[in-house]
Structures are given as structure tokens and as C-alpha cells.
């Protein structure tokens, strides 16, 4: 058995999927990204009078996907401390791999009770981010039902 979860501290999900699902005391989250729960604005993003996009604070989104990671682990009742597993997806390895660990060794300073991460640079993702975190948490005796 596993149960879905679904908050409104977090941006809604881009298709039909719930934020996580928990399996036995495993947490599985949906790929999180940095838009804002109430408006949907991307934090940093910068667009042309056409509507381009011609810029963005990796800065600003690090911090905002963080902050939505950490909506969906309370909605959850978990928390920072049980993600065992990150999975990072960069838009721009180069530009942005830097910035974005920097924010990390902000968050997990203790390098023996971060959890483990993977960091992938690929081309594009489903809105105009620069960056998407998928997690895995696990707490003990966590209840599914």
C-alpha cells in the first residue's frame, strides 16, 4: 500500500502526480522545482518584452526549491534530517553547478548527515527553471495508511 501527498505550500505539479507518495517508511518525491506555491512566478527569471527569457538567479531558484522540498517533507511529516537521496537537474552544469553547491553547503554542512546526491546536467526541464530536485526520505515506523 502507499499514500499520495498533496499540499499547497509547494507549487502545484506540472501534470497529474501528487508531490510525494509514501511506500512503507520510504518518502518518494515528485520532481520539485522553484516556482512559487501562490502565484507561480519563477523566482529570478528575467523575460523580454516578448516574453523570452533571457535570464535568471540560480541563486534565488537553489533557495525557493529548497523551501518547496521542505513544504512537501512537512506536509508529509517529514523532515530535512530523513532525505537519504537527491537527484539535482541543472539546466547549466557549467553556470550553475558552483552557485548551486554553495546554497547546498549552506543546508547540509555536516557532510556525514547529508543525504547522497546525484547532479545531472541536461537541456531543459517542463517550465523555464534552471533547476529541479528529486528526493527520497525515509522515516522510521512511518504509517502509509
Known sequence: MSRSVRTGDA?????????????GDLLFLSGIGPRDAASNAI???VH????RLIAYDIDLQCRSVF?????VLQASGANWDD??????YLTDMERDFT????VWAEYF??????????TLGITALPTPIAIE?????????AATE
Open 99 to 102: 552557485a548551486y553547491n554553495a
Open 133 to 141: 530536485l528529486k528526493c527520497i526520505a525515509h522515516l522510521r515506523g
Open 43 to 45: 523566482p529570478g527569471n
Open 11 to 23: 507549487p502545484r505539479p506540472v501534470g497529474l502526480y501528487p508531490h510525494a507518495r509514501w511506500v
Open 67 to 71: 523551501a518547496n522540498v521542505r513544504a
Open 83 to 88: 532525505l537519504v537521496d537527491v537527484t539535482v
Open 109 to 118: 554542512p555536516d557532510i556525514d548527515r547529508a543525504p547522497c546526491r546525484t
Open 48 to 51: 523580454d518584452a516578448q516574453g
